[in-house]
């Protein structure tokens, strides 16, 4: 724990440094260690929960073997730069910068073999510029990938066209005013914006396997439309739950095939705009729409719903 420096070894025939300064909480810095035969440098400075300052920068390692860099800085709280490492061969850069809450930008990096992206900047709270996110090719996994970031105003396309784990992407995004362009494969779960209180806009996203949206926009405060996500895929009566708590500035809600029950409740839907949403409802038995403390519901037609086997309640 209280290792500072290390010297420079002969490492030329070394192959694996995986957790090799794990929890070295005390160093400050390291050689650049001849790595040119390295393929494993998962978890090679990770704190394993425990954040450090004490590391602020890393040399420029030859990476042009390295397949997993799972885990590499991982609650290396201090480190405030990194190389633009060779990452070409990397397929797994899972929660690699997790916690690195002084780096303010990305390196450069080469993500067309990363399959697995999780994390990999969550709670990184002072980043605020991203630059390697328009080819993903190989990336299956970006679960929670910014969660926590709540410096990033904005986000660049991301194209990821195999990825269907994208939970929690966006969560805790503070700043965040608009969602990236998003090319993904058929997602099975949102990508979460939770508690993302700026974001003004969402866009389209295939929503047709995915089987829940709980919590999908709860705390977006300042988000006024929700686009035609089609929601025939959820098969759980939770499958809604505190999806729209504290819209407050929701307008407009224009999914469909909603077919269990949920609540509008205290968002900005005019008369007209819920009955959009009735409009939208499928036939259902047993099921209810709140829709109380929006101002519209005065001059509403819950009959459009309640034809439809919906109970309407705060209309």
Known sequence: LDLKTVPLFNTAAVTNMNSMFLNCRGLTMVPR????????????FSMDGTLSNSLTTVPLFDTSKVTNMNRMFYSCAGLRSVPDFNTALVTNMGEMFWGCNRLEVTPNLNTNSAANLQQIFQNCSSLTSI???????????????????????????????????????????????????????NITSFPG????TKLESVPFF????????????????????????????????????????????????????MKFSFSVAGCSLSGPALDEIYTNLPTVTGQTITVSNNWGTDLDTPTIATNKGWTVTGS
Not at 33 to 44: K, L, Q
Not at 206 to 217: D, L, R, V
């Open 131 to 185: 630059s390697m996110l328009d080819n993903l090719p190989a990336a299956t996994n970006v679960n929670s990938m910014f969660n926590g970031c709540t410096k990033l105003e904005s986000i660049p396309r991301i194209n990821a066209p195999l990825a269907t784990n994208v939970g929690g992407m966006f969560s805790n995004c503070t700043r965040l005013k608009n969602l990236p362009v998003l090319v993904t494969g």
């Open 33 to 44: 260690f001849n790595t040119s035969n390295v393929t494993d440098m998962g978890a090679m």
């Open 193 to 196: 914006i939770i508690n993302c």
């Open 206 to 257: 295939n929503t047709s396997a995915m089987t829940s949206f709980s919590s999908a926009f709860s705390g977006c405060r300042t988000l006024s439309e929700i686009p035609a996500y089609d929601a025939n895929a959820v098969t759980s009566s939770s499958g809604f739950n505190n999806m729209f708590n504290n819209c407050v500035n929701l307008r407009r809600m224009r999914m469909v095939n």
